[in-house]
């Protein structure tokens, strides 16, 4: 989404969203969306029974959280001139009417499987300036949360993280991202059966079985581990715990890379300090 939006010439903090759904996976994505540089203020969530506003009575803890003072009250309203759609709710619910309300050059995430909230051959008769993404492997730009998970979990095992926290999730949201950029290798072409890819409108995430993920992953999970778990309330437990990985040598080799590090025991601290 933060590709997206970077292709699109526009700031996420400028943008105003509209979220489909105020469920689990809703509420998560907005709040790591303003931890990415959002505006609370500037997303509009709906549920079944339309916007989320403050005068409804009928809102728990979560949406509440979301709740705007407006008196817009459905989804026509508040999609007219917005940047961002994200549809976590149900298929077909986006009609072409309020696609076709978006501002200038739209970004739409229609995640709900297996069939979205606008299918993308239409979304694009509607809007030739769109960048989508879906929930489908067969259309471009997937959003698969296979895409973060397994890497996230191996890398925070490999460096005995105790916990997975708001930093581990925004350098993975960096390291994905980054890797869209890269030079797709030909071994990821043949597994999607494509003779290219390139950064731009129709390839803003890397594909899932590109092992690169592991590689950018990884390496960034350790960094937070030194740089910042280890300096939060469970620092003293984790170094104690941690004694073959923080080898006392100020050097540590990872995955083949080497990274310096400065321990300091009787503070129980460790600092990252980039690489020799």
Wanted: charged share 25%; net charge neutral.
């Amino acid at each position: 989404m933060l590709n997206a939006i970077e292709l699109q010439g526009k700031q996420l903090c400028d943008s105003t969203i509209v979220c489909l759904g105020a469920g689990a996976a809703a509420v998560a994505c907005m709040e790591l969306l303003i931890k990415c540089g959002a505006q609370r203020e500037k997303i509009y969530m709906l549920d079944r029974k339309g916007v989320i506003h403050t005068r409804r009575e009928d809102l728990n803890e979560y949406k509440q959280l979301f709740a705007n003072n407006t008196d817009k009250r459905t989804l026509e309203d508040v999609i007219e001139g917005a940047d961002l759609f994200l549809g976590v709710s149900g298929p077909n619910l986006l009609s072409p009417e309020a696609l076709a309300l978006m501002g200038d050059k739209p970004v739409v995430f229609a995640c709900s499987n297996p069939d979205p909230e606008i299918k993308p051959e239409l979304a694009h008769e509607v809007r030739s300036d769109l960048i989508m993404g879906t929930g489908r492997s067969d259309y471009p730009n997937q959003v698969n949360n296979v895409i973060c998970f397994p890497f996230i979990f191996r890398g925070a095992l490999d460096v005995r993280a105790s916990e997975i926290n708001i930093e581990m999730k925004l350098a993975a949201v960096e390291a994905i991202r980054q890797l869209a950029k890269e030079p797709v290798p030909q071994a990821v072409l043949d597994a999607a059966g494509v003779d290219a890819l390139e950064f731009g409108s129709g390839y803003i995430i890397p594909k899932p079985m590109d092992h690169a993920y592991c590689l950018a992953l990884q390496p960034q999970l350790l960094k937070l581990r030194l740089s910042l778990v280890l300096l939060v309330s469970s620092c003293q437990k984790a170094i104690c715990k941690a004694k073959p990985l923080l080898i006392p040598t100020k050097t540590l080799k990872y995955e083949g890379v080497f990274l310096c590090v400065q321990i300091n025991r009787r503070r129980s601290q460790a600092r990252y300090l980039g690489q020799p």
